[in-house]
């Protein structure tokens, strides 16, 4: 039996199908990422309100990747949304910035009973968190 070529057409056009939808909704393992902070000073079981990572070489890069597994998605790359999440090049440096940062990267953020960002504090330990902040720190707007 001989397959015609609009039975072949109609199967390319289903492949194809397949491809493209999970080329738009397939933004990578959406799940959250560990963050290996191997060689960052362990900052205990006592949360700080300041990252004591400003500056650091080490933490940056260490947060680049961080920020790369877990907040591009949403928050956009190199830090920059695209609509979905706030545009964290805005977030205000030093302490006051950090302390709000802290916070809402623990414990996520819900608006009218909606939670728009998960909490991370079951996921990230607090030198991930820190490195993240630190690489951030190096995208603020001026």
Not at 59 to 79: F, M, P, V
Not at 100 to 122: A, C, S
Request: proline content about 5%; some cysteine.
């Amino acid at each position: 039996m001989a397959i015609g070529y609009r039975s072949i057409a109609c199967v390319c056009i289903a492949v194809m199908s397949v491809f493209a939808v999970t080329n738009v909704f397939g933004h990578g393992d959406v799940q959250p990422q560990a963050v290996d902070t191997t060689g960052l000073e362990p900052l205990g079981d006592e949360w700080l309100a300041e990252n004591p990572y400003s500056g650091n070489e080490l933490a940056i890069k260490i947060g680049q990747d961080g920020y790369a597994k877990n907040c591009a998605r949403c928050h956009g790359l190199e830090a920059v949304s695209g609509g979905l999440a706030p545009d964290l090049r805005e977030l205000e440096p030093g302490a006051e910035g950090d302390e709000w940062y802290i916070d809402l990267t623990r414990n996520g953020y819900v608006q009218n009973g909606v939670p728009k960002m998960p909490g991370f504090e079951d996921i990230l330990n607090q030198e991930a968190m820190w490195a993240i902040r630190a690489w951030l720190e190096t995208k603020f707007e001026q």
